[in-house]
């Protein structure tokens, strides 16, 4: 999934996602680590600073894939058109 900023994600996860295993990049490629807050979570750098653009790029294609068909994506995009390109199906 895709959502416009890190607060909109914060909004729709729940606590108990931290249990589960997930990653979660911002659209540089940063990792973002998941903590829960009472009922909701925060979203922070993960520390160390985590970046693999290599991981977030292909997350991304695969997510425009999925929402535009097979091969709908330029195999040559740089991850912050792959980025750009998401936020028109992004949530929140």
Known sequence: MVFKS???LETYL???YVEESHFIFDSEGMQLEITPN???VDLAPK???TLNPKIARS????FLEWRRGP???DETATLSELAVASA???DG
């Open 59 to 62: 997350d991304f294609a695969a």
């Open 38 to 40: 009472r009922h909701r």
């Open 88 to 90: 028109e199906f992004a």
């Open 6 to 8: 890190a607060p909109a």
């Open 14 to 16: 729940e606590p108990w």
């Open 47 to 49: 520390q160390p600073r």
């Open 71 to 73: 091969k709908a994506t």
